[in-house]
């Protein structure tokens, strides 16, 4: 038990590490005019991470479970309770694929420079894609159950090592110079 609130704590730590670092960047670019748009691909990676983070610790998800399955006793829908499930769920993640993919369309030239960034993310989606088909009651086995936040992990330290490096500017030529912090 308490080895397991340790590895959120240290999730929680790599998620406003990776937030803050991301800001750090967001700062650099956004000074810069030829920049913008890099520097609002920092800003909303760092909010995305922030906002991941928080949740991991707060448990934001609890409370709006908890309301829907109030909500459900009150209006005696128990008898289609999977069906509700897997239309919150499917909402949910196909928000978040139209999403991802609008903000994947934006920024694909920033991709482009920081491919590990998507990667990153992709990680991290998976991670979540494995946690809602739990939450749906799809079994799965218990040494995969158990190590899933390795996912989560592996993709805070490749948004991590992204972030942590100096800054590159690509200039309107294509040329690359690197910066010092």
């Not at 000074?31 to 990676?45: A, K, Q, T, Y």
């Not at 991290?124 to 894609?129: E, K, N, S, T, V």
């Amino acid at each position: 038990m308490h080895s397991k609130i340790l590895v959120e704590w240290c999730i929680f730590f790599l998620y406003m590490l990776a937030s803050g670092l991301s800001v750090r960047r967001w700062r650099y670019f956004n000074l810069r005019s030829d920049f913008r748009s890099e520097g609002w691909f920092w800003l909303l990676l760092a909010s995305i991470l922030l906002v991941f983070g928080i949740n991991k610790i707060a448990d934001l998800q609890t409370f709006v479970l908890s309301s829907l399955r109030s909500m459900a006793l009150v209006f005696n829908l128990a008898q289609i309770k999977l069906t509700l499930k897997m239309a919150f769920v499917g909402a949910i993640l196909g928000g978040s694929f139209l999403s991802a993919g609008w903000l994947i369309w934006q920024f694909r030239i920033l991709f482009r420079r920081y491919p590990f960034v998507l990667l990153g993310l992709a990680s991290l989606a998976g991670y979540y894609l494995v946690r809602a088909a739990d939450f749906l009651g799809l079994a799965m086995p218990i040494p995969l159950a158990s190590r899933i936040w390795v996912l989560e992990v592996v993709g805070l330290l490749i948004l991590l090592i992204v972030v942590w490096r100096n800054p590159i500017h690509f200039g309107r030529d294509g040329e690359i110079s690197r910066t010092k912090r």
